[in-house]
């Protein structure tokens, strides 16, 4: 059980980048749904690097689990940068 949840935060961390990027691509047309002005899309990716950040200092991993956390985030970051969706 407990190489499952590994296995699902390490694909969690991937997805929470590549929404991070998409989020970031896209943020024109999110902040004209969201909010008033468009340029304001640009705070969605912040908050959810912001949170990413907050959970990973709160986390009680060893610091090469989450130098791993990290990496598993940045390789969704540059997939998500990569895919045009």
Known sequence: MSKLYI???DIWHMVLGF???QS???SDHIGRL???YPWLGIIIP???IITFMVYQSLDDDDPIER???LIEYSIGMIIGSVINI
């Open 46 to 48: 912040f908050i959810i």
């Open 34 to 36: 969201l909010f008033i």
């Open 24 to 26: 970031a691509k896209h």
């Open 19 to 21: 929404i991070t990027a």
């Open 7 to 9: 296995a699902l935060t």
């Open 67 to 69: 130098a791993a956390d």
